[in-house]
C-alpha cells in the first residue's frame, strides 16, 4: 500500500453531505409521523419518540458522493494535482477514478441495496407483516445473486447453485443481522462504519480500488449520520437503515472474499473479510437461540442481544456500545493484518476471541427482568 495514499477527501464529502442532509430528514419524518414510539414496544430502550429516516441521509450522502460529485470533480482535482504537484490528492483520485471505471457491478449491487432500503422505510412507516416482508427481501437478494456472479461465494467450485444458495442466506442472515443489532443508540451504524474502514483496506492491499471507494465513501456517509445517532440520538435509521447495512457490508465481504480466492491459495485469506462481521454472526446467532431456547419468535424483538446482556452485567448502555465497538475492532484488526502480515493464522485471533466471549457470556447470562 502506498504510504502517501491519502484517501480523507473520500471521506468528508459523503460525511459532509449526510451531517447536512439529516436536520432536514428529521423536519421530513416528524411531518409524516415517520416516528419511533418506545410504547410500540417492550424491548425498545429509547424514552422519547425519536424520527426515523437516518437511512434517507447516508443515501443521500453516499448517491451524491458516488454518482454527482466523483465524476464531476475526479477530472478537474486530476488535473491540479498533476500541475501542482499535489501528491494528498493523487491517492484518492486513484481510487476514485477506479470505481467509475470498473463500478457497473457495485452499482448493480447498490441498486438491490436500494430495494431493500425502500422495503425497510415501508416498514418503518407503516408497518409490514413479517412474512411478506421477508419474502420481498429474499426475492430482492436473489435477484442480485443471480445478476451478479462477482456476489457469490466459491467455496465449492464444483457446486455453482450451492454456492448461490450459502451467498443468498449469507446476504439475508446479515442484512437482518445488523437491523437486530440497531437496538442502541450508535451500535448498528457504528459496527457497521468499523466493519467498512477494515474492508477497505482489505481492499486496498490487493489493489481494488473501486471496492475500497464504495467502502470509504459508505464510511463517510455514516459517520455523518453517527453525529446525530451516538448517544443521546436524535434519529434512527430504522429498518430501511438495518437493512441496507447489513447487506451492503456482507456483500462487500463477499466481493472481497471473491478477490482474494483469485490471488491467493489459502482458503484462511479467502475467509478473512467474512470474518470481520464476526461480532454480527455472533450477536445474531446467539439471540436467535435465546429466542429458539425460550419458545419466542425470531421475528419479536426483545432484550436478548448482546449489548442488553452487557448492561444487565452492569455496564451502562454507553459503555455495552462501547466494548462492542472494541471487540469488532479487534476482529476486524487481526483479519487485516493476518491479511498484511501474510499470516493466515493470524485470522482464528478473532474467532478466538468471540469464542472466549460467547463462553463467557453463556456462564453469566441472566434473562431480562419481567416487565
Given at each position: 500500500?502506498?504510504?502517501?495514499?491519502?484517501?480523507?477527501?473520500?471521506?468528508?464529502?459523503?460525511?459532509?453531505?449526510?451531517?447536512l442532509?439529516?436536520?432536514?430528514?428529521?423536519?421530513l419524518?416528524w411531518?409524516?409521523n415517520?416516528?419511533?414510539?418506545?410504547?410500540?414496544?417492550?424491548?425498545?430502550s429509547h424514552?422519547?419518540?425519536?424520527?426515523?429516516?437516518?437511512?434517507?441521509?447516508?443515501?443521500?450522502?453516499?448517491?451524491?458522493?458516488l454518482?454527482v460529485?466523483?465524476?464531476y470533480?475526479?477530472?478537474?482535482?486530476?488535473?491540479?494535482?498533476?500541475e501542482?504537484?499535489?501528491?494528498?490528492?493523487?491517492?484518492?483520485?486513484?481510487?476514485?477514478?477506479?470505481?467509475?471505471?470498473?463500478?457497473a457491478?457495485?452499482?448493480?449491487?447498490?441498486?438491490?441495496?436500494?430495494?431493500?432500503?425502500?422495503?425497510g422505510?415501508?416498514?418503518?412507516w407503516?408497518?409490514?407483516?413479517?412474512?411478506p416482508?421477508?419474502?420481498?427481501?429474499?426475492?430482492?437478494?436473489?435477484?442480485?445473486?443471480?445478476?451478479?456472479?462477482?456476489?457469490?461465494?466459491?467455496?465449492?467450485?464444483?457446486?455453482?447453485?450451492?454456492?448461490?444458495a450459502?451467498t443468498?442466506?449469507w446476504?439475508?442472515a446479515?442484512?437482518n443481522a445488523?437491523?437486530?443489532?440497531?437496538?442502541?443508540?450508535?451500535?448498528?451504524?457504528?459496527?457497521?462504519?468499523?466493519?467498512?474502514?477494515?474492508?477497505?483496506?482489505?481492499?486496498l492491499?490487493?489493489?481494488?480500488?473501486?471496492?475500497?471507494t464504495?467502502?470509504?465513501?459508505?464510511?463517510g456517509?455514516?459517520?455523518?449520520?453517527?453525529l446525530?445517532?451516538?448517544?443521546?440520538?436524535?434519529?434512527f435509521?430504522?429498518?430501511?437503515?438495518g437493512?441496507?447495512?447489513?447487506?451492503?457490508?456482507?456483500?462487500?465481504?463477499?466481493?472481497?472474499?471473491?478477490?482474494?480466492?483469485?490471488?491467493?491459495?489459502f482458503?484462511?485469506?479467502q475467509?478473512a473479510?467474512?470474518?470481520v462481521?464476526?461480532?454480527?454472526?455472533?450477536?445474531?446467532?446467539?439471540?436467535?437461540?435465546?429466542?429458539?431456547?425460550?419458545?419466542?419468535?425470531?421475528?419479536?424483538?426483545?432484550?436478548?442481544?448482546i449489548?442488553?446482556?452487557l448492561?444487565?452485567?452492569?455496564?451502562?448502555?454507553?459503555?455495552?456500545?462501547?466494548?462492542?465497538?472494541?471487540?469488532?475492532?479487534?476482529?476486524?484488526?487481526?483479519?487485516?493484518?493476518?491479511?498484511h502480515?501474510?499470516q493466515?493464522?493470524?485470522?482464528?485471533?478473532?474467532?478466538?476471541?468471540?469464542?472466549?466471549?460467547?463462553?463467557a457470556?453463556?456462564?453469566?447470562?441472566?434473562?431480562?427482568?419481567?416487565?
Amino acid at each position: 500500500m502506498d504510504s502517501q495514499l491519502s484517501l480523507w477527501p473520500l471521506v468528508l464529502g459523503p460525511l459532509s453531505v449526510t451531517a447536512l442532509a439529516v436536520p432536514f430528514v428529521k423536519r421530513l419524518a416528524w411531518r409524516y409521523n415517520l416516528v419511533d414510539r418506545p410504547e410500540t414496544g417492550a424491548h425498545k430502550s429509547h424514552e422519547q419518540p425519536t424520527p426515523y429516516g437516518g437511512a434517507i441521509a447516508i443515501f443521500c450522502g453516499l448517491l451524491l458522493s458516488l454518482y454527482v460529485v466523483l465524476p464531476y470533480l475526479v477530472p478537474i482535482l486530476q488535473q491540479q494535482a498533476i500541475e501542482g504537484n499535489h501528491a494528498w490528492l493523487l491517492g484518492s483520485l486513484l481510487v476514485a477514478g477506479d470505481f467509475m471505471q470498473k463500478g457497473a457491478d457495485l452499482s448493480l449491487l447498490l441498486a438491490g441495496g436500494f430495494a431493500l432500503f425502500l422495503l425497510g422505510l415501508a416498514d418503518d412507516w407503516r408497518g409490514l407483516p413479517p412474512l411478506p416482508r421477508f419474502l420481498a427481501q429474499l426475492f430482492i437478494i436473489t435477484a442480485v445473486v443471480a445478476t451478479l456472479p462477482a456476489c457469490r461465494l466459491s467455496l465449492f467450485p464444483e457446486v455453482p447453485l450451492l454456492n448461490m444458495a450459502l451467498t443468498v442466506f449469507w446476504l439475508t442472515a446479515m442484512s437482518n443481522a445488523f437491523n437486530f443489532l440497531d437496538n442502541m443508540d450508535g451500535l448498528s451504524a457504528g459496527i457497521a462504519a468499523i466493519n467498512l474502514i477494515f474492508l477497505a483496506f482489505m481492499a486496498l492491499l490487493v489493489r481494488d480500488f473501486a471496492l475500497a471507494t464504495f467502502c470509504l465513501v459508505l464510511f463517510g456517509a455514516l459517520c455523518g449520520f453517527l453525529l446525530y445517532n451516538l448517544p443521546p440520538a436524535t434519529i434512527f435509521m430504522g429498518d430501511a437503515g438495518g437493512l441496507f447495512l447489513g447487506y451492503s457490508v456482507a456483500a462487500i465481504a463477499v466481493l472481497l472474499s471473491q478477490t482474494y480466492a483469485e490471488v491467493t491459495l489459502f482458503a484462511a485469506h479467502q475467509l478473512a473479510s467474512l470474518l470481520v462481521l464476526a461480532v454480527p454472526i455472533y450477536d445474531f446467532a446467539s439471540v436467535n437461540l435465546i429466542r429458539i431456547r425460550t419458545g419466542s419468535k425470531p421475528w419479536i424483538g426483545d432484550k436478548n442481544h448482546i449489548s442488553h446482556r452487557l448492561v444487565r452485567l452492569g455496564l451502562s448502555r454507553r459503555g455495552a456500545v462501547l466494548a462492542i465497538y472494541l471487540v469488532t475492532t479487534f476482529t476486524g484488526l487481526s483479519a487485516l493484518l493476518a491479511l498484511h502480515f501474510n499470516q493466515p493464522s493470524w485470522i482464528a485471533i478473532g474467532p478466538l476471541l468471540i469464542g472466549v466471549i460467547a463462553i463467557a457470556d453463556r456462564l453469566s447470562y441472566r434473562a431480562p427482568e419481567s416487565a
